[in-house]
C-alpha cells in the first residue's frame, strides 16, 4: 500500500502541467501531463506495478541528461525595436515597450538598438537582427538530473548556451538558468523544499518557459514581471480534496529578486540584503471532462535592481485555466507596484536611477490540440492571445499597449516540435505608433 | 518648484529624501510671502570682476546627470528667410507642448526646442502631446533654440522675484534685474501646465543630451570644533571644469553658460574674511548668528557713506585671502586679494580645498554685470 500511495503522490505531482505540452524535461513536481480527465482510481490497477529497485542492476540511471535545441526563424517589422524614430525624449525606454518584437521563448527582442539615445536599463534580452529577417540559434539547453538513490533528493542544473551576435560580433553567453537540490521528506505528502536556483513560483507562464514546452513561441507581455529564475528557497505543498475532484496548493519561496527576469533584476545576488517573498496558492478541479485551475500570488520585498531596502515592489497575480476536450484556456492579471530607489543594476548592466513604476496587464491564451496519428504528426494545436499592458513611470506619459498572437504547432514524433507564430503589436496610448510586429518560428528539438 | 512650495506647508517633515540638502536651505530658493504666495529668491554670486544674480527652480541631489528634454513649438510656417512664423498668443497653438513631466525622475527644465509646422486647418487641439506629434508622421520636427522652462503644477503660487539687497548688498538694483515670466501655459500630455520661463539660451549640452553643468563655489569655514559652515556669503560663479581656464561665453550681453551650476563646497583659508562693513547691519547680524568671525574695518572704510558707500556694495560679502590686513583704509581695500572667481579660488587655495558635491541646481543667470538678462 505504500507504494501504491507513493505512486499516487507522484501522479498527482505531475498533472499540475502546462498545457498542452508534449512531454518535457522540466524539472518541477508539475512535470508532465497524463491523462487528468479520469479519476484517480481508473488510472490505477490491482496489480502493485513494477517499481525498479532503488540501486543495482536495472534501477534507473541516477544521472539522467536531456534537453533541447531551439532554432528559430524571425522576422520584425522596421527596425526591430519599439523606439519610435525621432522620439528624443529621454530615458528613451521609458515612452516605450521595448519587449514588445519578441522573436523566441527568452522573450528576446529582435533589437534594442536605441541610435545612441540614452537608457535606464527597461531593456530585455536582444538577438540584433534589428529589421532584418534572419535564422536563429535560440537556446542550447542542457539538464543535468542526478536522483540519489535511496534518499528522497534529487539535485538538477540546467545549463543553456546562447549563440548571439552583439552588434559588434559574435559571442555565445552561457547561462547558468537553474541549480537546485530537493527534497521530497515524506511519501504520503506532497511536500518538496528546494534550495538553490530555481524557476518562479508566481502565476503559471513560468511553467511555459523552455521553447520545448511553451505552446508558441514567444511569451506574454506581461512575463518580464513573473517568469524569472532566482537564487533562495522554496517549499511546495499540495493536499488533496478527493471527495471534490480538487487539490489545493501552496508555493511558497524567499529568493533574491523574485520573479523578474534577469535583464529586469539581477538574480545571482541580493544588492539590498533583504530576501524576496513569493508565493502562489493555488487550486484545482480535476474531473473527466473539464479540469479548472485557479491561483492567486503575491511577491513582496525590495526591489532587487538597486541597493535600497526600504525601496519596495509587489506584483500580485491571478491565473486560470481550463481544460476541456481538447480546448485549453490560459490567463493571467498581473499588478506590478514599485517604488523609487537608488542608482540601477539590472543583468544588463548599471543605470542611473530606478524611478517608481506600476503596471497593469492580462493575456488570454486558448488553443485547440487536435492529437492525430499520421505518420511522423502526432497533434496539431491551433493557437492564439490576446493581452495589454499598461504601465507609467511618474512624470512620463503613461502608455498602453497590446497585442494580438496566432499560431500553429506541429508536434512530430515525440521530440520535434514545429511552431509558426504572428504578433501584432499596438500602441493603444501614450506611446507612439511604431512598426514592430513580429513574425517568428521554432523548431524545437528535445533529446 | 513644487516641491520647495511643499516644503514651506510642511510636506516631507520626517522624510529626508524629501528635504533639500543642508547647502541649499529653503530661503534662498524661495521666499513665503503669506497667503499661499511665494517669490523666487535672487540669489548674488561673484564672478571675478562682476556680480550676477540667479534665480533657484531646481535642485539636483544625487544627479550625475542632466537631460534635455525636447519641447515641441508649433507652427504655422516659415518666413522668406526661414524664421518660424508662431501662432498668435492668444491662440492655444502657441503654447509649448512639454514632453516629461516635473514628477519624472528625469524631469528637466532643459528644454530642446523642435519647431513643428502643422498642416493648415489642423484643429486647434489636434496636437497637444507628445504622442500626437510624433504619431503624425507627416510632421516634421525641425531643431530649434535651447530653452531654459521651469514646469510648476500649482497654478499661481510664484508671484515675483524677492530681492534682499539689505541682507546682499551685492545683488543688483530691481531695473538690473532681467525679466523672469511667471503663469506661462503650456501643455504637457493634453492637459494644460503652467511654467516659469527663463529664456532662451544660457545651456550647452553634449551628444548624449546631457547639460553642461558649471562650477558653483560655496564658501565654506571650519569653526573651532573643526566642523565645517557655511559662510553665509554671495556664492561664486565658475565658467567651465576645473583648473581648465575656460573663458565665460558670453555674446549681446547674455552668458550662455551658467544654468546649470554643480555645487563644489570651497574650504576658506582661517585667514580669510567677509568684507562686511558696519554699514550693513544685516549682513553683519548674518555672519555673527552663523559663527562667523567677522573682521574689523579700518575708520576710513567705517566712515563710507553716500556714493562711496555705494559704490563699495560690490565688495560686499567678498572673501578676501588677507582680509585682516586688507580692511584697514579704503586704500589698502583694493589691494585684497579676492577669493571671488574660480580662477582666484584655483590659484590661491589649490584643488585640495574644492570638494564636488552631488548637488546641482538649476539658477540661470537674470543679471549680469549688473545688467538685465535679457529673455527673448
Known amino acids: 500500500m505504500r507504494g501504491r500511495q507513493r505512486l499516487r503522490a507522484l501522479g498527482l505531482f505531475v498533472a499540475a502541467a502546462a498545457w498542452p505540452a508534449a512531454g518535457s524535461a522540466h524539472t518541477e513536481p508539475n512535470i508532465v501531463q497524463v491523462d487528468a480527465a479520469a479519476p484517480l482510481e481508473e488510472n490505477e490497477n ?106 528522497p533528493v534529487m539535485v538538477f542544473t540546467r545549463v543553456q548556451l546562447l549563440p548571439r551576435f552583439t552588434g559588434t560580433g559574435d559571442e555565445t553567453r552561457p547561462l547558468l538558468e537553474q541549480a537546485f537540490g530537493r527534497i521530497i521528506p515524506f511519501d504520503s505528502q ?63 519561496a524567499a529568493t533574491n529578486h523574485g520573479n523578474f527576469v534577469e535583464s529586469a533584476q539581477p538574480p545571482d545576488a541580493s544588492l539590498t540584503g533583504v530576501p524576496v517573498l513569493s508565493a502562489r496558492l493555488g487550486y484545482e478541479l480535476n474531473l473527466a471532462a473539464v479540469q479548472i485551475k485557479l491561483g492567486g500570488s503575491l511577491l513582496t520585498g525590495a526591489r532587487n535592481d538597486q541597493n535600497r531596502d526600504d525601496a519596495d515592489q509587489r506584483v500580485l ?11 485549453f484556456l490560459n490567463g493571467e492579471y498581473v499588478r506590478v507596484d514599485e517604488e523609487a530607489g537608488g542608482p540601477k543594476t539590472t543583468g544588463i548592466g548599471a543605470f542611473p536611477l530606478t524611478s517608481s513604476f506600476h503596471a497593469r496587464g492580462f493575456y488570454g491564451q486558448l488553443a485547440y490540440a487536435l492529437a492525430l496519428d499520421l505518420g511522423p504528426l502526432r497533434r496539431v494545436t491551433l493557437y492564439g492571445r490576446y493581452e495589454q499592458r499598461n504601465a507609467e513611470f511618474p512624470g512620463f506619459t503613461p502608455i498602453k499597449v497590446d497585442r494580438l498572437t496566432a499560431g500553429v504547432r506541429l508536434d512530430l514524433w515525440d521530440l520535434l516540435i514545429v511552431k509558426g507564430e504572428l504578433l501584432r503589436n499596438g500602441e493603444r496610448a501614450g506611446a507612439p505608433k511604431v512598426d514592430n510586429d513580429v513574425l517568428t518560428t521554432s523548431l524545437v528539438y528535445t533529446w | 518648484m513644487d ?63 542632466v537631460w534635455v528634454q525636447p519641447l515641441y513649438v508649433l507652427i504655422s510656417g516659415r518666413s522668406p528667410d526661414g524664421t518660424p512664423i508662431r501662432f498668435p498668443a492668444d491662440d492655444p ?102 511654467y516659469i520661463d527663463l529664456g532662451e539660451g544660457g545651456f550647452q549640452w553634449d551628444r548624449a543630451l546631457v547639460v553642461e553643468e558649471t562650477p558653483l563655489f560655496l564658501p565654506m569655514w571650519r569653526d573651532a570644533e573643526g566642523t565645517l559652515r557655511s559662510l553665509e556669503v554671495p556664492t561664486i560663479g565658475g565658467t567651465g571644469p576645473l583648473f581648465s581656464e575656460t573663458l565665460p561665453r558670453i555674446s549681446l550681453n547674455r552668458p550662455h553658460y551658467g544654468s546649470l551650476w554643480r555645487a563644489y563646497v570651497v574650504e576658506m583659508p582661517p585667514a580669510a574674511r567677509v568684507f562686511a562693513p558696519p554699514q550693513h547691519p544685516k549682513v553683519v547680524e548674518a555672519l555673527q548668528e552663523a559663527g562667523v568671525p567677522v573682521a574689523e574695518v579700518g575708520p576710513t572704510i567705517k566712515a563710507l557713506a553716500g556714493q562711496d558707500l555705494v559704490d563699495r556694495r560690490a565688495n560686499v560679502g567678498r572673501v578676501a585671502l588677507d582680509g585682516a590686513k586688507c580692511f584697514e583704509t579704503v586704500a589698502t581695500l583694493d589691494t585684497c586679494t579676492w577669493l571671488d572667481s574660480q580662477s582666484a579660488i584655483e590659484k590661491h587655495l589649490g584643488g585640495a580645498a574644492i570638494h564636488k558635491t552631488d548637488i546641482a541646481i538649476t539658477c540661470p543667470l537674470i543679471s549680469f554685470a549688473n545688467t538685465a538678462v535679457p529673455n527673448p
Open chain 1, 190 to 252: 506532497e511536500l518538496a523544499l528546494s534550495i538553490g536556483k530555481f524557476d518562479s513560483v508566481f502565476g503559471i507562464e513560468y511553467l511555459d518557459n523552455q521553447a520545448n514546452i511553451r505552446t508558441g513561441v514567444t511569451p506574454s507581455l506581461m512575463a518580464r514581471y513573473t517568469t524569472g529564475q532566482s537564487i533562495g528557497a522554496k517549499i511546495f505543498y499540495r493536499v488533496q480534496l478527493a471527495p471534490l475532484w480538487s487539490a489545493l496548493s501552496l508555493n511558497v
Open chain 1, 317 to 327: 497575480g491571478l491565473d486560470l485555466r481550463v481544460a476541456l476536450y481538447g480546448f
Open chain 2, 93 to 194: 497653438r502657441a503654447r509649448p507642448i512639454f514632453t516629461v513631466g516635473p514628477d519624472s525622475a528625469f524631469y528637466s527644465p532643459y528644454w530642446q526646442t523642435f519647431y513643428v509646422q502643422v498642416p493648415a486647418g489642423s484643429a486647434p487641439d489636434a496636437y497637444r502631446s507628445a504622442r500626437a506629434i510624433l504619431d503624425d508622421k507627416a510632421l516634421v520636427a525641425a531643431p530649434g533654440p535651447a530653452r531654459l522652462a521651469s514646469l510648476v503644477r500649482r497654478k499661481g503660487v510664484i508671484e515675483g522675484i524677492f530681492n534682499d539687497r539689505d541682507r546682499y548688498p551685492s545683488l543688483p538694483a530691481p531695473e538690473n534685474v532681467g525679466p523672469v515670466k511667471l503663469g506661462g501655459v503650456g501643455y504637457l500630455d493634453g492637459e494644460e501646465i503652467e
Open chain 1, 46 to 151: 490491482d496489480s502493485e506495478g513494477y517499481t525498479p529497485p532503488a540501486q543495482g542492476p536495472g534501477s534507473p540511471a541516477p544521472l539522467q541528461l536531456s534537453g533541447y535545441v531551439d532554432v528559430g526563424f524571425a522576422r520584425a517589422q522596421g527596425d526591430g525595436t519599439s523606439f519610435a524614430p525621432g522620439d528624443t525624449r529621454l530615458p528613451v525606454d521609458y515612452g516605450a515597450d521595448t519587449f514588445a518584437p519578441a522573436v523566441n521563448s527568452r522573450g528576446d527582442v529582435a533589437s534594442t538598438d536605441t541610435g545612441g539615445r540614452f537608457v535606464n536599463g527597461f531593456l530585455p534580452r536582444s538577438v540584433n537582427i534589428g529589421g532584418r529577417p534572419s535564422f536563429l540559434l535560440n537556446t542550447v539547453n542542457f539538464d543535468f538530473k542526478y536522483t540519489a538513490g535511496g534518499a
Open chain 2, 3 to 65: 516641491d520647495f512650495v511643499a516644503l514651506y506647508e510642511g510636506a516631507g517633515e520626517n522624510d529626508p529624501d524629501r528635504q533639500l540638502p543642508p547647502l541649499m536651505p529653503l530661503g534662498m530658493v524661495l521666499t513665503d510671502t503669506g497667503g499661499g504666495k511665494y517669490q523666487l529668491a535672487l540669489g548674488p554670486t561673484m564672478l571675478g570682476d562682476y556680480e550676477g544674480a540667479y534665480v533657484t527652480t531646481e535642485v539636483w541631489q544625487g544627479f550625475d546627470e
